[in-house]
């Protein structure tokens, strides 16, 4: 049996859409090979050149995953949250159905559960609903995404999904500012990841291993993740 890696991460640019509330990433070239031989470092007839660049970004910008720190005051930071719960069996729902500023209820997930094939236990639960393909790069599309309604996480709860990964910069509307699924998933003690990309590679594929590990930030509220999946083959 042969695996396939899917890779589910957006691509870090230069002042790439981040949410409507956040500032977009910075990212130019701090030294690079031609202005580094100015250093002298090497050896005659063998300079050793090299490129550094600087980043500024919030944590929450591109493929990211929430800390429970992100929505709760005394929730924890990304660093003292469980490395596992960054990683398991998975399954990746249809519901390209789903228009822009929609809503994945209950009925939506049961449907795609269905077809899918897998029954949600524990599982780390992807939801396709071909957001990132209709919308991205133009910037408007931090304005558009659906919706998982409070209904259908709780149902997701209550079949052990802990961890959901959504397409877009959320997983509340950007049109409602009561941010009611950002709010059960705090007192559900739930998280999720925001922005995947190629979820419609994962339709149809059944139950694979996700990964979406953060970096170590000290009291991050969250992190950028390389989010990846591995199918069976």
């Known amino acids: 049996m042969s695996q396939r890696i899917i890779d589910l991460s957006l691509l870090i640019e230069d002042n790439m859409p ?22 002298g470092l090497g050896v005659p007839g063998d300079a050793m050149t090299f490129q550094t660049n600087f980043i500024a970004m919030l944590d929450h910008v591109g493929t990211h995953v929430d800390a ?10 990304i660093d003292e949250m469980p490395l596992e719960m960054f990683m398991g069996k ?35 639960v992807l939801l396709c609903t071909g957001f990132h393909q209709r919308n991205y790069p ?9 919706l998982l309604t409070v209904e ?3 149902w997701l709860y209550e079949r052990g999904s802990m961890m959901q990964g959504v397409e877009g910069p ?17 007192e559900l003690g739930m998280s999720h990841w925001e922005w995947l990309v190629n979820l419609e590679m994962l339709i149809g594929q059944g139950e694979f291993q996700f990964f979406g ?19 069976e083959q």
């Open 152 to 154: 259908a996480t709780r």
């Open 138 to 146: 133009r910037l408007d599309s931090v304005w558009k995404n659906p």
């Open 90 to 124: 998975a399954v990746c729902l249809d519901l390209r159905h789903i228009p822009d500023l929609g809503e994945i209820g209950v009925e939506d997930l049961e449907v795609a559960q269905a077809e899918a094939g897998v029954v949600i236990d524990g599982h780390i």
């Open 18 to 39: 981040a949410h409507k509330l956040f500032q977009r990433p910075v990212l130019t070239t701090h030294l690079s090979h031609e202005s580094s031989k100015a250093l």
């Open 170 to 186: 959320s997983t509340d509307k950007p049109t409602d500012d009561d941010f009611a699924q950002h709010r059960l998933c705090r």
């Open 213 to 231: 590990a953060p970096l170590k930030f000290k009291g991050g509220s969250g992190s950028p993740v390389r989010a990846f999946a591995i199918i």
């Open 68 to 77: 429970f720190r992100h929505v709760k005051p005394d929730g924890a930071p």
